[in-house]
C-alpha cells in the first residue's frame, strides 16, 4: 500500500464511453485535488461495448499532454485500487437524486473497508445532467448525432464500432 495523498483522488468508473459529462467533472476535480486517476473497470457487472484496453486508450488520448491526469485501469475492490495508488479520495460525480442512493452506500462501504479514505461527491454541470454511456451509445448505434457530447477521439471510436460514418 503507498503512502497516502490526500491531494490525489481516483475518479472511477466503467467509461464506456467517456463523455463530456466525465471529462467536465474531471477538469472541476482538479479545481479540488492536484492530481486524478482516471480508474477504468476493468470488470464489471455491466456489458461494455469497448473492451477495457479501447477505452483505457481512449481515454490516454483524450487527456494526451494533461500531467495532472493519470489514465489507469483496475481488476479488483475500488477500496483496495485506491489504497495500492495512495490517494485519499475517491471523487464520484452526481447526475440526478436517483444516482445519490447507489453512490451513497457505495461510499458508506468504502468508509467501512477504510475509514481514511474519503469519498468525495460533485454535482455534475447542468449542460450534462441528461447525459449518460449508455444514452450516447444508443444514439451512436442508430447513427445520431453524438458530436460535442463525447470527445472527439471518442466520437470516431463509436463511428467505427457501429459502422455510422466517421467524426463530426
Known sequence: MAEMNPRLAVYPGTFDPLTMGHVSLIRRGLNVFDTIILGIAES???????SVLERVELAKEVFRGD?????????????????????????????AVSDFEYEF??????????????????????????????IVKEVAMYGGDICGLVPGPVVKALRVKYGTGYGC
Open 105 to 134: 452506500q457505495m461510499a458508506l462501504m468504502n468508509r467501512k473497508l477504510d475509514r481514511e479514505i474519503q469519498t468525495v461527491f460533485m454535482i455534475t454541470d447542468f449542460k450534462w445532467m441528461y447525459l449518460s454511456s449508455t
Open 44 to 50: 464489471s457487472s455491466k456489458d461494455t461495448l469497448f
Open 67 to 95: 500531467t495532472n491526469i493519470i489514465v489507469d485501469s483496475f481488476d479488483a475492490l475500488l477500496i483496495d485500487y485506491v489504497q495500492d495508488t495512495g490517494a485519499g479520495s475517491i471523487l464520484r460525480g452526481l447526475r
